[in-house]
Every structure is written in structure tokens, then in C-alpha cells.
Nanobody, 123 residues
């Protein structure tokens, strides 16, 4: 019905940069908020950054000033530009899209998650 696919993870040295992408597809009427979360081994999943349909953003304190979230509404895609990466940024990064699903009857809102993409920052 709705698919969410992340890409762009990988291995990078401390101080380096990566850009993650997340594309939603399927029976989409519209997308409200989109967000990036991350989960390190043995840790709970945590919010990294979020962006509304109007472009308002919020960031977790550890990534402020280093990460930038943006979206392309025409492509149903959200991006996460990660600069000045640190070893503590190592985690699986997940995208969440709050989608208004198109149906034959009444549209409804639901959250969809991607499968995750690994980001590893070496010291």
C-alpha cells in the first residue's frame, strides 16, 4: 500500500559527511510530517530530526548544527545531510513518514517506517 525506502548509509571516518535519502511511494494522498530516527546497539530508537509538510524542522540536541533535514514534496522524499560525523552517530537510521493514504473511500493517516540504513563512523 505504502512503501518507505531509505538509502545512503555507509562507512565514513570521523569528521566526514553522508547524505541519507528516504522515498515514500504507493497509495499516497499526501504526506504530513517526515522524520529520521536512529537506533544504536542496545539503545532505544531516538528521534534525530523531523520536518513538517510546511518545512518546519526540529532536531535532537546532539545533532544540532551538524545535521540538516529537508524534503522534496513533489518526490515524496526526505533527506538528512550529516556533516562533522562522530563515532557516537553510529547507528541504524530509520525514516518515518506520516502518510495520508489514498483509498476508494475516506483517506486515513498512518505512520510508515523504512527498513533502516546503517551508518558507521570510524574514529
Amino acid at each position: 500500500q505504502v512503501q518507505v525506502v531509505e538509502s545512503g548509509g555507509g562507512l565514513v571516518q570521523a569528521g566526514g559527511s553522508l547524505r541519507l535519502s528516504c522515498a515514500a511511494s504507493g497509495s499516497i494522498f499526501s504526506i504530513n510530517a517526515m522524520a529520521w530516527y536512529r537506533q544504536a546497539p542496545g539503545e532505544p530508537r531516538e528521534l534525530v530530526a523531523g520536518i513538517t509538510s510546511g518545512g518546519s524542522t526540529n532536531y535532537a540536541d546532539p545533532v544540532k548544527g551538524r545535521f540538516t533535514i529537508s524534503r522534496d514534496n513533489a518526490k515524496n522524499t526526505v533527506y538528512l545531510q550529516m556533516n562533522s560525523l562522530k563515532p557516537e552517530d553510529t547507528a541504524v537510521y530509520y525514516c518515518k513518514s506520516r502518510v495520508v493514504v489514498r483509498t476508494a473511500l475516506v483517506p486515513y493517516e498512518s505512520d510508515y517506517w523504512g527498513q533502516g540504513t546503517q551508518v558507521t563512523v570510524s574514529s
